[in-house]
């Protein structure tokens, strides 16, 4: 049975995206699309900033769903992203069966039941008594550890998983999964086989305008049209981390804060701090380099 709720076509799904101020280009909406029609996770990669998670909380917005957010780490493991027994309540059910003379059998069946079950995010993704499936964002997968995606492979082909003291646990309808990566290791390819992909870069200048427009309504033109060429000049210099359309965005609110209306050089190198993270990339800028890109053409 077809959902409702699911785009009918990539333009569909391109003006669904965009009217929740989410500005896609032509291959992502295709991609999101085909995911969303072939049941099928989506795995999106590139730098940091660039709208890999808004895709999620986005599609959890427009399709009416729960969104449910893992967000990896080092050290990550099974039990910390799909299941565990409550072992401190099983104690004492233990101290308390033994008061009690039950039977060890019985106990065996009942320590391992459902109510001592602690379901975390990818078993609460597939959790068939789930009345909608919801939209399971594996955020960050490259800082979990590389032993930790074997771990999601019967999640991302089967939508199950295997708990070999109570069974298998197999979601009714798949869930709409979305994995990203800031690629700061490769990723298996066992992961990205049972996945659609899609590299999702830095704007380009007209995109990023239109995506100032709607996340801060009530810019300036002539400011955000500045905004927009240094910050693509910035990306065109050689520095240690890239400024995405986040920072763009905060970059924006922070000089309207400043009631700017229009950018200068000492305005921009005093709000570096907005666009660029590290010392080393605001010392690289300050200065020549912020004076040049301040002054120069837009595109």
């Not at 699309?33 to 590139?46: D, I, V």
């Not at 459902?114 to 594996?138: G, Y």
């Not at 990723?187 to 990023?208: N, Q, S, T």
């Not at 000049?233 to 763009?248: D, M, N, Q, S």
């Amino acid at each position: 049975m077809t959902d409702p709720t699911l785009p009918t076509s990539i333009d569909d799904t391109a003006a669904r995206l965009l009217a929740l101020d989410y500005v896609p280009e032509r291959a992502l909406a295709t991609t999101v699309f085909l995911a969303l029609k072939l049941q099928r996770p989506l795995f999106l990669e590139g730098e940091p900033g660039t709208g890999k998670t808004e895709i999620a909380k986005t599609l959890a917005t427009m399709l009416g769903r729960p969104l449910i957010r893992l967000q990896c780490h080092e050290g990550l493991d099974f039990a910390g992203a799909a299941y565990e027994w409550n072992y401190a309540r099983q104690m004492l059910e233990i101290r308390l069966a033994e008061g009690e003379g039950q039977s060890r059998e019985q106990l065996a069946n009942d320590l391992f039941s459902e109510r001592f079950l602690i379901r975390r995010a990818l078993l609460q993704a597939i959790d068939p008594s789930q009345p909608v499936p919801p939209v399971l964002l594996i955020d960050e997968l490259d800082r979990a550890d590389e032993p930790f995606e074997a771990f999601l492979l019967e999640v991302l082909s089967d939508f199950q998983i295997t708990i070999p003291e109570y069974g298998t646990v197999k979601a009714k309808e798949p869930p709409i999964v979305v994995l990203t990566s800031n690629r700061t290791r490769e990723i298996h390819d066992a992961v990205k086989r049972r996945c659609l992909y899609h590299w999702v870069g830095f704007p380009d200048a007209a995109r990023e305008a239109q995506i100032l427009a709607r996340r801060v309504p009530g810019a300036p033109a002539a400011l955000a049209a500045q905004v927009v060429a240094f910050v693509q000049g910035l990306r065109a210099l050689e520095l240690y981390k890239r400024p995405g359309i986040a920072e763009t965005i905060e970059w924006m609110r922070a000089l309207l804060a400043l009631d700017a209306t229009a950018l200068d050089a000492r305005t921009a190198d005093e709000t570096l701090g907005v666009l660029l993270k590290y010392q080393d990339d605001i010392e690289r800028v300050r200065g020549a380099e912020t004076a040049r890109l301040v002054a120069a053409p837009q595109v």
